[in-house]
């Protein structure tokens, strides 16, 4: 099992509607959550990062965690074109290193 | 805040010789840089963590003769490839973490170099 899973996708979704990426995590004790996105040739950037349980809203992002059930989630809102990217779940488990998820692909179709 | 600079950000080199590639961090003391290798349409692999002032811890399958690692300030962390390849072409990122204006263990990626190896 990986330790931080996340669906491949691609997920495609129309212009205007709500994008939901979600992510699992098998560290229980993990107690911070960050998702990226990363543009196709870019490095990837901080978009979200979350702490406690519930929701956390940033414009039109909003960080969803519930540590019961180990899942982390991101809505995007009002999906734009631009939001096309990869967007990586990030869990700290205590290591030095965030543990990476493999990424979710957005498709926002105009 | 929290700007992570990378120089260069493209490199051409041809076989058997090194190159060198810079991290800084620009507004903020990184106690921690991250060294990442990412091959096409592949996930993030991490492949060292530097301290300043200490040596770097390499990832299980990471050879530390080929890929040095020097972390001499709290502001600058440097990666050399040692006589690359051609398998060795890749994008290369760094990323720091520190007292950054958010600091629970936030991790600010530069943008990258891609190499190139002829």
């Known amino acids: 099992q990986k330790e931080v899973e996340q669906n491949s996708g691609p997920l495609s979704v129309p212009e205007g509607a709500i994008a939901s990426l979600n992510c699992t995590y098998s560290?229980?004790?993990?107690?911070?959550f960050f998702w990226y996105r990363q543009y196709s040739g870019k490095s990837p950037e901080l978009i979200m990062s979350?702490?406690?349980?519930g929701d956390k809203e940033d414009g039109r992002f909003t960080a969803q965690l519930n540590k019961a059930s180990q899942y982390v989630s991101l809505l995007i809102r009002d999906s734009q074109p631009s939001d096309s990217a990869t967007y990586l779940c990030?869990?700290?488990?205590?290591?030095?290193?965030?543990?990476f998820g493999s990424g979710t692909r957005l498709q926002v179709q105009p | 805040g929290a700007v992570v600079s990378q120089h260069p950000s493209w490199v051409i080199c041809k076989s058997g010789t090194s190159v060198k590639i810079e991290c800084r961090s620009l507004?903020?003391?990184?106690?921690?840089m991250f060294w990442y290798r990412q091959f096409p349409k592949q996930s993030l692999m991490l492949m060292a963590t530097?301290?300043?002032?200490?040596?770097?811890?390499?990832e299980q399958g990471v050879e530390k003769d080929k890929f040095l690692i020097n972390h001499a300030s709290l502001t600058l962390s440097t990666l050399t490839v040692t006589s690359a390849h051609p398998e060795d072409s890749s994008f290369y990122i760094c990323?720091?973490?520190?007292?950054?204006?958010?600091?629970?263990?936030?991790?600010?990626f530069g943008p990258g170099t891609r190499l190139t190896v002829l």
């Open positions: 990323s720091a973490k520190g007292q950054a204006p958010s600091s629970y263990n936030e991790q600010f």
């Open positions: 560290d229980r004790g993990s107690q911070s």
């Open positions: 979350i702490y406690s349980n």
């Open positions: 990030a869990v700290d488990t205590g290591r030095r290193a965030l543990t």
């Open positions: 507004d903020f003391q990184a106690t921690t």
């Open positions: 530097s301290n300043e002032g200490s040596k770097a811890t390499y």
